[in-house]
């Protein structure tokens, strides 16, 4: 086909069921074709080679500016909201990013609607209106997103990163922008912000600097035909991409100590080295052979150590390119406990205890081969990614390696060098680290203030005796390499398929303590399962101090096994553990040849656990800065998690629960582990490659390891229950219940219109309203009127019951911000009256395409009969209910559903809203129409509550 030139082979994993094709239009866009025959979703993304790195020094924030503003009109399609809308009406979405030196812009949509979502999406590119009343109103949107981080430690680190480096370096601009640098600076300087736009645009949004990753059913043939057709007009104006000439970080800028104050109660170490950019040795992947060693967390591992001495709870380490062709890093984040703070210097010694370590002995051929193995093994049964998120990874990546190597260059260590390997540990020296102290400053050593974000810190040289030591830092002889991992499977063979394959999980056994479903899979041919066990206990939530002790307990549990499950975790074996309101899940997923073996040791010791006194300590203080650090989570997630603690039976919040711990022992804990697991009751899920005779092993597992101590005795079947249930709100009720951010200066309202019970007619009505205001709510109270950056309506369903959820955080306060949703709720009638009975319909299947959506791999599929399950509907086959009942619904009956229960006057209008005001300020004098919940207690006491759903009489059984 004419117009482009294909780039020639690409290597594809043995299970991939997609094709690719990648190619080179003759503007120098480059395009990575992607034929999957089965997709639900198409998707596309365009990453642009251009970032916050170029922004120009007088007008810092540009780039991101820009992608904000490209969403909104362009010649061909001027209306603001008519990308959003298009695709909201189709089953899709939309969403991009700017980086240091990328800018990404991608959207999903229903498989059929791939085309005219591609004509829009095009048009960015080619012919962007930068409507001037569009860009004051979007300035407002970037600076509210500026400020919704303000108080986020890690974009505040991120920022003092910048601030601290070479001020030569383009990098030490302020990459989010805000009103101030966008406006005030520019009307400042006499810059004409939106002639800075178009040339900003024209400068850098040239075809040579663009690729694009689509995906769709159509072959590649006709995919190839599309983005000729869409793209082929993109100007090509043979732009260079920045490339920066050094690292941002000097001989000025290495060997500091940087101590930053953060907005939680943190404590953090992080060492962070520049090194050499690795993406031409990509097939050595030498970076990885250390930070896999580093990183380690089994025995002999730096982690061990850290943890024996009591001053670490958790290390991470990772080698990645930051900046392509120029640099790249190596960085380790260790979690400090309150002695490892006192010990920070010893800490960093260690480490270099252990990069002397790595020298000494030497490069290990059989480490490399290992992680080549599990490598090649991760790509070979690599699940299938949702269409949107693959794209955006792949255009971000495809002119960085050779187009034969776009899948699989994270994989690849097929070029076993030593020397590589030897030059970057030679490269790990204390004079080019960068030590960064992430904790609080009592003694007040921190008086410098980072200026956008106003964060404190002190950056100050590493003193020379500490450099001496660290580069003769001795010999621990409890720090070694690792054993080889016994946990790599060997059996890849997939089990026959049944003669007649179930649809859904079935009932495989029901005895006084468990109940154990079965699905064997018939569709994704991966060696691999999932297992979810529920143990339901009446002591696990019985008070607050029960869930701190079931929680400290499980704590306790999962440090004990780290060192063990790592090397399964390495192996793709992956194990959870949490407390519940009803007890303790525990979620095993990977590959089947050695799952029985992590699910006994997980049985063994949960029945089992020994409490370890010294490490007991630092993870109930662990556990209490959780708790703590519950006040700086941002007002949006603040209200949300009110709304469930106001509307629910029974759920402690993080204060009553705080009230309860100090007095909580190491001995209380080792006595409450056979108080909750005495009486229980099991509700399991095997799912994937296994018979069911595997899956009753697997399910007995746990109730043998129990039965052993006398442990797991059943409950009486009304104590089965998982779920909460929730209450019942009064018909016209406007009830408000309002606490007050410690932190932040923004507010935020989680407005719930109470529907009711779950029933097929109530969801499918619910959610299509929902579907038809989304893009109209968001559009409306955040383009138009910038209430705030985040602006989002949804359904939310808890206990069987569901409510129409609206949430916004703002700098306006609460009561305002009902108005506005009170305001739009009145137009929604007059909204869908407008539709034509074409967009009613668009709407409508665009609802069925959503749950008609088949999941892309295992896990997505047993989180969806997981969810049937704990919720007690065991509606496996929900979609083929819903969406019959979902086409029946007319026009009539959605204006009939809004009269019911939303608009004013409504006969059922049931809402609550919950409130967080601002840290500073008091609110405005201004009559509230809502009546304040003032004891929550005494108000939960006054409803009713709903009843739990009823399981079908009949299970089906295998």
């Not at 097939?283 to 896999?292: F, K, P």
Request: proline share 5%; glycine share 4%; charged share 20%.
């Amino acid at each position: 086909m004419s117009g482009c030139v294909d780039l020639g082979p690409i290597n594809v994993s043995a299970t991939d069921t997609r094709s690719y094709r990648a190619i080179e239009l003759a503007n120098g866009l480059q395009a990575l074709l992607i034929h999957d025959a089965t997709a639900d979703k198409a998707a596309a993304s365009l990453d642009v080679r251009v970032g916050s790195l170029s922004d120009p020094k007088e007008i810092q924030g540009l780039a991101h500016f820009l992608e904000h503003m490209l969403f909104l009109g362009t010649e061909k399609y001027p209306k603001e909201d008519e990308y959003s809308s298009f695709l909201s009406s189709h089953a899709g979405s939309s969403n991009a990013f700017t980086s240091d030196s990328h800018t990404n812009f991608y959207f999903g949509v229903s498989h059929e609607f791939l085309e005219p979502s591609l004509d829009r999406f095009a048009q960015f590119f080619i012919s962007p209106l930068f409507d001037q009343s569009c860009s004051d109103r979007e300035l407002q949107a970037v600076d509210s997103e500026h400020e919704k981080n303000l108080k986020q430690d890690q974009w505040r680190k991120a920022q003092l990163d910048r601030h601290t480096c070479d001020p030569a370096s383009p990098f030490c601009h302020f990459a989010t922008g805000s009103r101030t640098t966008l406006l005030t600076n520019t009307h400042a300087a006499g810059i004409d912000l939106r002639q800075a736009l178009l040339d900003f645009h024209a400068r850098h949004y040239s075809a040579n600097l663009m690729t694009l990753a689509i995906l769709g059913r159509e072959s590649l043939d006709d995919l190839q035909a599309l983005v000729l057709s869409k793209f082929s007009s993109v100007a090509n104006t043979n732009a260079t991409a920045l490339v920066l000439p050094a690292a941002p970080y000097g001989p000025l800028q290495l060997a500091r100590r940087i101590h930053m104050v953060p907005i939680r109660d943190t404590r953090q170490l992080d060492l962070a080295f520049v090194l050499p950019d690795e993406t031409d040795r990509f097939e050595a992947q030498s970076g990885h052979y250390i930070s896999h060693l580093v990183g380690h967390e089994g025995p002999g591992s730096l982690l061990s150590f850290l943890k024996e001495q009591g001053w670490a709870t958790a290390l991470m380490s990772a080698s990645s390119s930051n900046m392509k062709k120029v640099y790249s890093s190596f960085k380790i984040t260790v979690t400090l406990s309150e002695s490892g703070l006192e010990h920070v210097e010893e800490i960093v010694c260690a480490f270099f205890q252990y990069i002397e370590l790595l020298r000494r002995e030497g490069v290990q051929e059989w480490i490399y081969r290992e992680c080549q193995q599990l490598q090649a093994m991760s790509f070979r049964f690599k699940d299938k990614d949702p269409a949107a998120p693959y794209c955006t990874a792949l255009a971000g990546t495809l002119r960085d390696y050779p187009p034969r190597h776009v899948l699989d260059h994270a994989y690849l260590m097929n070029d076993f060098r030593p020397d590589y390997i030897q030059e970057l540990l030679s490269l790990l020296v204390p004079r080019r680290m960068r030590m960064w102290v992430i904790a609080a400053d009592p003694d007040g050593k921190c008086t410098s203030s980072e200026p956008y974000y106003g964060t404190q810190y002190c950056d100050v040289p590493l003193e020379e005796s500490f450099l001496a030591k660290l580069e003769c830092p001795g010999a621990e002889p409890r720090l070694h390499l690792p054993p080889a991992n016994e946990f790599i499977p060997n059996d890849f063979s997939l089990h026959p398929a049944p003669f007649a394959p179930a649809t859904v999980p079935l009932l495989l056994a029901e005895t006084p303590t468990a109940r154990v479903w079965h699905k064997q899979d018939d569709t994704f041919a991966m060696p691999k399962a999932n297992v979810k066990i529920a143990l339901v206990s009446r002591m696990a939530y019985a008070d607050p101090r029960c869930c701190n002790l079931t929680r400290l307990f499980l704590d306790m549990l999962k440090d004990s096994l780290a060192e063990f499950s790592y090397a399964a975790d390495l192996a793709g074996l992956i194990y959870g553990l949490i407390n519940t309101m009803y007890g303790l899940e525990l979620g095993v997923t990977g590959f089947t040849d050695k799952l029985l073996v992590l699910v006994r040791a997980v049985a063994a010791r949960l029945a089992g656990l020994q409490i370890d006194p010294q490490r007991f300590v630092i993870l109930k203080e662990q556990y209490k800065r959780f708790l703590v650090n519950f006040k700086a989570n941002e007002p949006h997630q603040r209200v949300m998690y009110n709304s469930s603690l106001v509307l629910s039976e029974c759920m402690y919040s993080h204060a009553e629960r705080l009230a309860e711990l100090d007095d909580i022992t190491a001995e209380m804990v080792q006595a409450f582990g056979p108080t909750l697991l005495r009486r229980v009751h099991a509700e399991v899920l095997v799912h994937g490659n296994v018979t069911p005779e595997e899956s009753l092993a697997l399910a007995n597992t746990i109730h043998a390891a129990l039965s052993d101590r006398g442990l797991g005795r059943p409950l009486a079947p009304i104590e089965r229950t998982m779920l909460n249930r929730e209450h019942v709100l009064p018909d016209g009720c406007f009830f408000s219940h309002t606490t007050k951010s410690e932190i932040h200066k923004t507010s935020a309202v989680d407005m719930l219109f109470q529907i009711g019970r779950e029933s097929t007619q109530l969801n499918v009505l619910l959610e299509l309203v929902e579907q038809i205001l989304h893009v109209p709510f968001f559009s409306q109270l955040r383009t138009q009127e910038q209430l705030g950056y985040i602006v989002h309506s949804s359904v939310r369903r808890n206990g069987g019951v569901q409510y129409l959820r609206f949430v916004i955080q703002s700098d306006r306060l609460p009561l305002f911000l009902e108005t506005r949703v009170f305001a739009f709720i009145q137009s929604l009638k007059g909204l869908i009256e407008a539709l034509s009975e074409a967009q009613f319909a668009d709407y409508v299947e665009a609802v069925c395409a959503r749950k008609l959506e088949k999941p892309k791999n295992l896990i997505e599929e047993t989180r969806i009969y997981w969810s049937e399950i704990a919720s007690g509907f065991y509606e496996f086959d929900r979609s083929t209910v819903e969406v019959p009942a979902l086409r029946r619904v007319t026009k009539a009956d959605v204006l009939a559903f809004c009269d019911e229960y939303l608009v004013d006057g409504a006969a059922r209008r049931r809402v609550i809203s919950i409130r967080t005001l601002p840290a500073h300020g008091q609110p405005l004098e201004q009559e509230d129409p809502s009546v304040p919940i003032e004891d929550l207690a005494r108000f939960k006491r006054g409803l009713d509550l709903y009843a739990l759903p009823i399981a079908p009489a009949c299970a089906p059984h295998l």
